[in-house]
C-alpha cells in the first residue's frame, strides 16, 4: 500500500494539470481569455441550445418533389433518345404527348407500331441503383412497361427511392452547415432524425425566422434560352408553353417560356460573391469551373442576340440579351438587389443546392433569459449537493479520509470539465444533471472503498493491509458499476435525440473520471497518508 507505482502519480500530476487548465478558462470573462499567453488553452464549454438560448427546427425532406424531379428529367432524356437518336440512320419517331402523373413518367407514341423500336431505346435508362447505400444486387432504378396503345411507364423502383432519400439527407446536412456555419465557429448541431428528417440546434440563433429564410431556400440556380416563340402577353393570356419549354416568371412577375432543359447549372459554380456593376448596383458576380465555362462559351457563341434566362428556384431574376461571346468562364447576375440580398444570394449559390425542398415540421426557439435561469438553477442544485455531499462524507469517515474524498471530487470535477471543453461537446441542462449524478456516484466508490477498509480492519488486519486489501475488492464492484452505466448511456447516446444525448455525453465521461479517481487518486492520497503519519489505526 506504501508503495505507489510512479506512473500512477505521474497520471494523477497530469489530469490534475489539464484539468486546471482548461477549466479555469470557464470562469473567466472573454477578454481575460484572450490575453492568456499562447500556450494555454482558451476554449471554454459549449452550452447547449437550452442554456444559451437559440433555435430548434426539424426539417422534413421532401422525397415526393425529389422522385417528381428524377421522373421528369427520366421523360426528358426519353425524349432525347426518341427524337435525336445517337446511332447514325437512325429514323427519329414521333412523340403525341409525355409527362409526369403522380409517381408515373408517362409517354405516348404518335404511331403505336414503333414502341418495340421505342422501348429498345429507352431500355437503358434502367441504369442500376448507385451509392454506398444501395444494397447489392440491387433493382434497377426505373421500371419500364407498355401497352399496344403505345403508351411508355416508367417507375421508380422503393429501394431506388430509398437510396436518393438518404442521399437528400447527407447532401442537405453538408449544404445547410454551409449555409448556416460557413466559418464553422457557430457550433450548430445539424443531425439527421429518422429516414428523412434534419434536426438543426442554433444556440445564439433567437430568430428561427431567420434562420428558416436562410435554409428554407432551395438556392437551384440554372441558365435556360428563352423561347421565343410566344410572347408573355400570349402565356399571360392562357397559351400553353411550346413543346420542350416551360413557363417561369420573371422579375416581373410576368410568365416568359425558356427551355426546360438547362444549359449550364449551379452545380459548375465554383465561386460567387457579391458586387457591384458599372453602375453601382448591387449584382453577384460568379464563375465557372472549367466544363462550366466551356458550355457557358459555347451558348453564348451560338445565341449572340438571344436572351438568356437566369432562373433561381423556378423564378427568372434575370434574362439579358447575349451581347458577345462570354468566354472566360464568369459574369454577374443583376436585378432588384441590395447589398443585403446580394451577399445572401452568393451565400447560398456558394453552398450549393439542396437536392430537394425542406419542409419545417416543428420550431422552437429558447430565450438566453431562460438559458441563463437554467445555469443559475443548475449551479445552485451542483453546489447544495456538493456541499451535503461533502458534510456526509465528514461526518461518516472522519477528518482525514473525508477530506481525501473532497479532493478526488475536486480533480474529478476538473477532468469532467475539461473533457468536456477539450471535445467541444454541448453542455446541457440534462448534461448538468448527469454532471451532478456523476459526482454523486464517485462519492459511492469512496463509500464502497471505505466500507471495505472498515470490514477488513474490524476483522483483525493491520491499518495498511486494510488499506491494500480495501481498495483490490471494492476495485470490481467499482468498475462494474460503472461499466454498467456507461452501457445504458451508450444505449440512451444511439436512440436519443437533442438533450437526453447530452445526458448521456455528460454521464458517460463522468463514469470515466470516476473510475480514474477511485482507482488513482484516492489510493496516491491514501499512500501519501499512510507514508506521512504511519498510523497504527485506520481514523475511519
Known sequence: MLQVPRWRLIAVLVALVAGIAFTVPNFLPSDLRQSLPGFLPRDTVNLGLDLRGGSHLLLQVDTEALERERLTNLVEDMQQRLRNPEEEGAERIAIASSGVEGATARLQLSDPTRLAVAMERV?????????????????????????????????????????????????????????????????????????????????????????????????????????????????????????????????????????????????????????????????????FNAQGARAFARITEQNVGQRFAIVLDDQIISAPVIVTPILAGSGQISGNFTPETAQELALLLRSGALPAPLNVIEQRSVGPELGGEAIQAGAIAGIVAGLLVLAFMFLAYGFVFGGICVVALIVNFLIIMAALTMVGAALTLPGIAGLVLTLAMAVDANVLMYERMRDEQAAGKGPALSAELGFQRAFVTILDANVTTILAAVILFNFGAGPVRGFAWTLTIGCLATVFSAVLVTQVLVAGWFRATRPKKLPI
Open 123 to 287: 431500355r437503358d435508362l434502367e441504369a442500376p441503383i448507385q451509392g454506398a447505400t444501395a444494397m447489392a444486387g440491387a433493382t434497377s432504378t426505373f421500371t419500364f412497361t407498355s401497352t399496344p396503345e403505345g403508351l411508355i411507364t416508367a417507375t421508380m423502383s422503393e429501394e431506388a427511392a430509398r437510396v436518393e432519400a438518404q442521399r437528400a439527407v447527407a447532401q442537405s446536412i453538408e449544404i445547410l452547415r454551409r449555409r448556416i456555419d460557413p466559418t464553422g465557429t457557430a457550433e450548430t448541431s445539424i443531425a439527421p432524425q429518422g429516414a428523412d428528417r434534419i434536426v438543426v440546434q442554433a444556440p445564439g440563433q433567437s430568430d428561427p425566422e431567420q434562420l428558416k429564410a436562410r435554409i428554407g431556400q432551395t438556392a437551384k440556380l440554372s441558365f435556360h434560352m428563352v423561347n421565343e416563340s410566344v410572347s408573355p402577353t400570349e402565356l399571360a393570356q392562357g397559351r400553353p408553353a411550346p413543346l420542350g419549354a416551360v413557363v417561369f416568371p420573371d422579375e416581373t412577375g410576368a410568365p416568359l417560356a425558356v427551355q426546360r432543359r438547362a444549359d449550364v447549372t449551379g452545380e459548375q459554380l465554383i465561386d460567387a460573391q457579391q458586387s457591384f456593376d458599372e453602375n453601382g448596383a448591387a449584382v453577384v458576380s460568379f464563375r
